[in-house]
């Protein structure tokens, strides 16, 4: 057994979940008229609600005392220091860096690291200024129109997410393309829509080593150059975004073409960083600098707020109390905006790729479930699919609901009518159904009573399912930023409670090993002898269906 699960503070929340195991969210609210004032906060221009959660005052208490336990307050001291906490790869983690004032004393011991990211920043603007004010031109001096950014992964779904979400801030000068997966049909797709003279790519990827970049830019490449450009001319169309300048280099990126990235900046929080050059391109650096902001008062909020109103530690230690006393497997992000559609993938990466490990620390085991699978989708979308899941399935699916107050397309009653829809949904799986509720809705109903009585038991719905509500003023490049380091800092919360290096991602790599080893077996035409059976037979067919083809 771990030394957490056999802690007094998890022992403590083991019990008390059983004692409060049978009641209600219905009665609490019947019974605490304040309940949502009293278990609501703001921060950084995001309110929080957490009041429809399966908590009370104790149950904080209780959690509070494991994240004190957990040492929660040193580790954010150390995360904020600079020291090595990846440990795994020995290195700091100081995404919190590229947002930081460079002014506050609290900085003053990296200042190192803040002039880097400051000449980063500079590089950035003059870059974005020269594209958009149509300076920069492509080798037929014509102005740049359109930007594919080449990455994936950490590299592709921040940039992507965030153009997305802030379309009401595009500059009219340009458009942004993304291209990730290896799949030839994302590359073709996108280059049969562009045109060489007025298309730069940005290749971002930290390594400079990841196969789908590394492939897509060198197809971009090819496609650049057989339709009428010559080498001399890649330097106008072809930049790159790497910690890895040497690569960068060797690959033919000229070396002023290449903005720089640190390994003290893990994929998956990068978005602040030069990886974020697709959105200052796409919201003009004015914007971007604003997104950097909402992060920046997330982080300070999260550095010293006290936990009781912390919200990042309320929220990361509310799904600790879900996936390890409730038996959660999932957590459900439910965005009231259109413009937030793409977030929860985003999300998904942060969270599963940094908290879905199985060993401490330390290297050791766990007993304990550590991170849930991370999912979600738009509202009002998903009501009329998934939500049935989340109303009458058997499993707790914690749900977050995020919205917008007010919407930049303000279109009849539309926004009240989506705004109705996600109070309607919280409420719902808060409050659910009881049986003689269903019994007196189907009382003047035309079925039989026999019929209606066997129909009631289907329109039962538990309630008592926990979501948080996150309301924003609007989607904007402030509120994107703080949501962000929101969900961030959150992911930390729970790496820390769980003993877990959340900055580390060796599960992806075995995968990227063997794909290799297949790819040369297809390369060489051969069943790859040492093998599974499985495998050689899937490319034994692959190879087969080539010559066929041939
Ligand atoms: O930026 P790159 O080095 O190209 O890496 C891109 C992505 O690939 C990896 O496989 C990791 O799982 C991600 O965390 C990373 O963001």
Known sequence: MSQLTQSSAWKALAQHKQSIESQHMRTWFEQQPDRAERYSLSAAGILLDYSKNRVNDDTLALLFGLAEQQQLEQAIKRMFAGEEINTTEQRAVLHTALRADRHSPQWQQQSDCLSQVQASLDKMELFVDAIIQQRWLGYTGKAITDVVSIGIGGSFLGPKVASEALKPYWSDALTVHYVANVDGTAIADKLAQLDPQTTLFITASKSFGTQETLANTLSARSWFLSHGASLPDVAKHFVAVSSNIEAATEFGISPDNIFPMWDWVGGRYSLWSAIGLPIALQIGFKHFKSILAGAQDMDEHFRTAPFEQNMPVIMGLLGIWYTNF?????????????YLRALPGYLQQLDMESNGKNVTRAGVSVDYATGPVIWGGE??????????????????????????????????THHDMLASNCFGQSQALMQGKTLDEAKLELASSPLSEQQAELVAHHKVMPGNKPSNTLLIEQSTPYSLGAIIALYEHRTFVQGVVWELNSFDQWGVELGKQLGNQVLDAIAKEEQGVHLDGSTRSLISKFNQAKLNKN
């Open 326 to 338: 409730f038996d959660a497997h999932s957590h459900v992000i439910l965005t009231y905006d259109h």
């Open 379 to 412: 509202g009002t979308n998903g009501q009329h699919a998934y939500h049935q899941l989340l109303h009458q399935g058997t499993r707790v699916i914690p749900a977050d609901f995020i919205l917008p107050l007010r919407s930049h397309n303000p279109v009849g």
